[in-house]
């Protein structure tokens, strides 16, 4: 008898999750809808007042800009001199607004930099010298200890290292 009220407590208690499960997908969907219908309402809330939007922030652009020029008027300077300052000379002033959707440059164009091929100099060591010559030393010990070289190689090779 314990064995079928066993099963019998197991059905119901799958029919339970089962109907659990369906309110759980049943919520999520409304959820779903709400969040979408809340971007709906912002975005819609966005297209309606982008004029809006775009007037203000044109403004902002501007008012910041008047602001600038008369801290510039007031100190006495013009923009043709604040470009001439050694610290500006060779170099172009880019403004930006909007993260870059439109932007502008002052002062001349500069030309791309470019590799030097033709480099007369000695390759740069990432090592130091000392540590060069200590594994240089060390490859020449391993070659006479294999009999690779003679010992009258190895010291003319060892006078060599040590003389650079």
Known sequence: MMHKSRNLSRPQE???RGVLLAYFVLFFHVVLIFVLGVLMFI???VITYLPWILALGGALILGSGYL???YIKKRGKKLGNILKDPFL???TIEVTFLGGLASFRLGQAQEPLTINHS???DPKQIVDPATARAEELT???HLLKQ???????FLKAKKEIMGR
Do not use: C, H, N
């Not at 009999?147 to 190689?153: A, G, N, R, S, Y």
């Open 14 to 16: 799958s029919i339970f």
């Open 43 to 45: 975005f819609g809330g």
């Open 68 to 70: 600038w020029w008369q």
């Open 89 to 91: 000379q060779g170099r």
């Open 119 to 121: 480099a007369s100099e």
């Open 139 to 141: 490859k020449l010990a």
């Open 147 to 153: 009999d690779l070289i003679t010992f009258d190689e």
